[in-house]
């Protein structure tokens, strides 16, 4: 899901930019869109600092005032792709700084189709930096005797805590580093599953699961035991 903060003096110019926003994300095809508009009425009402970082900020600067505003929202969302509207008659020197570092501008009076084509490449811009935070997190990094490892979390079968180390399954591949479960527990992902105080599995690579006897099969060889602390959570769970 994509999000969208757009400032603007005049509200209805905010709702337009809305929905030529809802149009280009239409057009992308794989994102869900969120807007936050507000305008210089509800600017000194609304707690900024509560609202959850959007991916897109547009921020109307045409004035000394607009220029301080755009700085403080640049300073409480910081990783945010950032579109400038603007006028001819405030030097772009003003704003071009890097207390602002706008992404794009889009100068006024602007015709929609300029206005659509400036949204959709910084939409664009915002799915791929979302892309690449996806493939960044969903890499497991393992420093151990002085190397690092990556391992995809879709690949890894089951964690293990053996001789106060954890050891980490990957097809018929081992790796031993200095962690604990509980602290692994809080990163990986919602399909491993916490099924004994020394182990967490993978859940698609599951076959069977045998919770009378307490037993996770991955294969005909690999067993994994779940203990009867989690037994009634995992029965809810399967």
Known sequence: MLSVMIFCHDKREGDLIGNICNQCVALIGK???????????????????GIQPPDL???????IEDLCRAKRIRGIFPRGRLLVVSTNQISAESYLIPE????????????????????????????????????????????????????????IQYLE????????????YEIS??????????????????CHRSYIVNF????????INGE?????KTVIPISQKYKAKLAKML
């Open 57 to 63: 900020l547009v921020v109307e600067i045409t004035g």
């Open 100 to 155: 602002v570092s706008p992404d794009m501008l889009l100068l006024k009076p602007y015709v929609y189709a300029k206005a659509c084509r400036i949204i959709y490449r910084s939409l664009t811009w915002c799915c791929k930096d979302k892309c690449r935070k996806k493939k960044q997190e969903d890499i497991l990094k393992i420093r151990t005797g002085g190397e690092i490892y990556y391992f995809h979390y879709e690949e």
């Open 204 to 211: 698609m690579f599951i076959q069977k699961a045998d919770l």
């Open 216 to 220: 996770f099969y991955l294969n005909k």
């Open 31 to 49: 994102e869900f869109l969120r807007n936050f508009i507000i305008s210089d009425e509800e600017y000194h009402q609304v707690n900024i600092e």
């Open 161 to 172: 805590a053996r001789d106060k180390k954890i050891i980490l399954h990957v097809n018929q």
């Open 177 to 194: 580093f200095y962690s604990s479960l509980q602290k692994l527990e809080k990163s990986l992902p919602d399909y491993f599953i916490r």
